[in-house]
């Protein structure tokens, strides 16, 4: 017969057997530990990125360094294609043509964005402040105008402002009034001004609308109990809490005043008298590629351009972060 252990032997085994702990932490399987985890990860990652680098390299930084490749050469009649090192940079800076095109980008600069940005802060303000009636309707009436295509945009207004049949005109003479020539040599940057600012009110509008919805309410509360105004509000709280993407709006309207090119390529067809081939290093870098087939030349203007957006582009952001320091 098989003796069947008293409950004193069985608890003096178990006593001799170790103890089995559980414990909530679950052995890895092999191949499965942290290291494994973060390569797939990072390979997943990779997966995901690579089609845009092609991309990128593809129409980017091959177009990129080809041009560089080509500013460095001159084409003669004898020879063909001579390496010519700087030859079309130095041409370049001693080029009226480039200076008097670069001078009048950078009156644009000085007058248009500034007003712009003042009309694009005046409306996001005004948005965020509730008090306007159909607030969603007056915000995408206000962004329609960056939804229409530049070229389709100039073109309109470019009717607007035509000395014949344009409706300015009809209405100055509706009101027995002198007309004034929109686009004559001396109102045409103006005209251009005006273009530009109806088409990106909105765009920047909405950049800065929607950093101000990110700005806590209680903020405002606060503000208000302390017995703030709606201006003492928005200048003191609402302008400095947007302060990086007014920078953003800032950076591109410099970036988008340099490469000015549609509105006033257009408008040559519509008053070629005073708007020239060279109205803006754009236009001129385009009509010497295109028209006069100095392809060389026209790569060396536009990297001159890059260098100086890029200077200016600079120079403004770092000044800015040097007051936010500083302030």
């Not at 103890?19 to 942290?34: L, N």
């Not at 007014?246 to 070629?272: D, K, M, R, W, Y």
């Amino acid at each position: 017969m098989t003796a069947i252990p008293s409950r004193s032997d069985a608890a003096t085994t178990g006593a001799a057997r170790p103890a089995r702990v559980r414990t909530g932490a679950r052995t890895a399987a092999p191949g499965r530990g942290p290291t494994n985890i973060r390569s797939a990860q990072t390979r997943a990652a990779w997966i995901l990125v690579i089609p845009f680098l092609v991309v990128f390299a593809a129409f980017f930084i091959v177009p990129l360094v080809y041009s560089a490749y080509l500013s460095l050469f001159t084409s003669q009649l004898v020879g063909g294609e001579v390496f010519s090192g700087l030859t079309n940079y130095v041409r370049a800076l001693q080029d009226p043509s480039f200076w008097g095109g670069l001078g009048r980008v950078a009156l644009f600069l000085f007058v248009q964005v500034p007003i712009m940005l003042a009309a694009s802060i005046f409306f996001a303000l005004a948005l965020d402040s509730g008090r306007i009636r159909g607030g969603k309707i007056v915000r995408l009436l206000i962004f329609v105008p960056y939804a229409v295509p530049s070229v389709v945009a100039t073109l309109m207004w470019g009717y607007l402002y035509g000395n014949d049949f344009g409706l300015i005109t009809q209405l100055f003479h509706a009101l027995h009034l002198t007309a004034p020539s929109l686009l004559s040599a001396h109102n045409v940057l103006g005209s251009t001004m005006n273009i530009v600012c109806w088409e990106f009110i909105g765009y920047n509008m909405i950049v800065l609308y929607a950093a101000l919805r990110s700005v806590p309410n209680e903020i405002y509360e606060a503000a208000e109990i302390d017995g703030a105004g709606q201006w003492r509000v928005a200048w003191s709280i609402k302008l400095p809490a947007i302060r990086q993407a007014l920078l953003l709006t800032v950076i591109f309207s410099i970036i988008g005043s340099f490469q000015l090119f549609n509105e006033p390529n257009l408008l040559f067809n519509i008053a070629p008298n005073a708007i020239g081939t060279d109205f803006t290093p754009n236009l001129y870098a385009y009509n010497i590629a295109f028209r006069n087939q100095e392809i060389n030349y026209a790569a060396a203007i536009a990297f001159l351009l890059g260098i100086i957006i890029m200077i200016v582009s600079f120079v403004v952001q770092t000044s800015i972060n040097r007051k936010e320091r500083l302030g």
